[in-house]
C-alpha cells in the first residue's frame, strides 16, 4: 500500500486565493483525520470524517475553511480566501475507527505558504 | 485550552544515554495515550502507545511510562542513538470523544554522536 496520499506537496499562494488540498487515504481505512501543524499551536486538529461523514469539525478555525469527502478513496480541505496566518503544514491522516487507538497513518503534509 | 503539553520544546542528548521525554495532561477521560515520532518533511509516525489501565509498556529501546493520578506520561529511549533525532509528539484519546487524538506541542530530540 503507498500510504496516505497528500497532494501537492508543497503551494505558495497570494493573499485572497483559493486553495485546495487533496488527500487519498489507506484502502479499507474508514476514518479520515485533517490536522494542522504550526509553530505556536503544534498538531491541531481540524476536522475527522467516519464513513465519508463529517463527525467534527469543531476545530475549523473559520467559515473560510471547508472540507468534504465526497467518497471512501478522496478528501479535499478547501480555503477560501486564504490568508497569510494560513501558512502551515498540513496534514491528513486515515486509520480503522474501532483500532484508532493503533494510531493514525499519517501522509507526508502539505506546507502551504500564503504571502 | 491546551489538553496535551509537552513542557520540553527540545532535548539534547549524547548517543548511547538514556533520553527521556515528558507529556502532562489534563482531561481526566483521556484512556489511550501514544507517542509520535516525526523527521523533517514527513508526516508524523506511531512509535508506541499505552491503555489507561496499564503504568508501563516497552517495545524494544522505547518505554512509555504512565502516571494516572499525576496526569503525567514519559517516554523512554535507552539506549539513544543518532537516528533518534527527530520530532516527538505525545497525543491522549478517549472513546467519549470517538478516539480522535489530541497532540502535544512536540519536543525536538538531538541526538549527538
Known amino acids: 500500500d503507498a500510504g496516505v496520499i497528500q497532494s501537492p506537496r508543497h503551494e505558495v499562494t497570494e493573499m485572497g486565493q483559493e486553495v485546495t488540498l487533496r488527500c487519498k487515504p489507506i484502502s479499507g481505512h474508514n476514518s479520515l483525520f485533517w490536522y494542522r501543524q504550526t509553530m505556536m499551536r503544534g498538531l491541531e486538529l481540524l476536522i475527522y470524517?467516519?464513513?465519508?461523514?463529517?463527525?467534527?469539525d469543531s476545530g475549523m478555525p473559520e467559515d473560510r475553511f471547508s472540507a468534504k469527502m465526497p467518497n471512501a478513496s478522496f478528501s479535499t480541505l478547501k480555503i477560501q480566501p486564504s490568508e497569510p496566518r494560513d501558512s502551515a503544514v498540513y496534514f491528513c491522516?486515515?486509520?480503522?475507527?474501532?483500532?484508532?487507538?493503533?494510531?493514525?497513518?499519517f501522509g507526508s503534509g502539505t506546507r502551504l505558504t500564503v504571502v | 485550552d491546551q489538553q496535551v503539553k509537552q513542557n520540553s520544546p527540545s532535548l539534547s542528548v549524547q548517543e548511547g544515554r538514556i533520553s527521556i521525554l515528558n507529556c502532562d495532561y489534563t482531561?481526566?477521560?483521556?484512556?489511550?495515550f501514544l507517542w509520535y515520532k516525526k523527521y523533517p518533511a514527513e508526516g508524523p509516525t506511531f512509535l508506541i502507545s499505552?491503555?489507561?489501565?496499564?503504568d508501563k509498556n516497552e517495545d524494544g529501546r522505547f518505554t512509555v511510562f504512565l502516571n494516572k493520578s499525576a496526569k503525567h506520561l514519559s517516554l523512554h529511549i535507552v539506549p539513544s542513538q543518532p537516528g533518534d533525532s527527530a520530532v516527538y509528539f505525545c497525543a491522549a484519546s478517549s472513546k467519549a470523544a470517538g478516539n480522535k487524538l489530541t497532540f502535544g506541542g512536540g519536543t525536538r530530540v538531538l541526538v549527538k554522536p
Open positions: 482531561n481526566s477521560m483521556f484512556d489511550y
Open positions: 470524517f467516519n464513513n465519508n461523514v463529517p463527525i467534527d
Open positions: 491522516a486515515s486509520s480503522l475507527a474501532h483500532r484508532a487507538n493503533y494510531g493514525y497513518t
Open positions: 499505552i491503555s489507561s489501565i496499564k
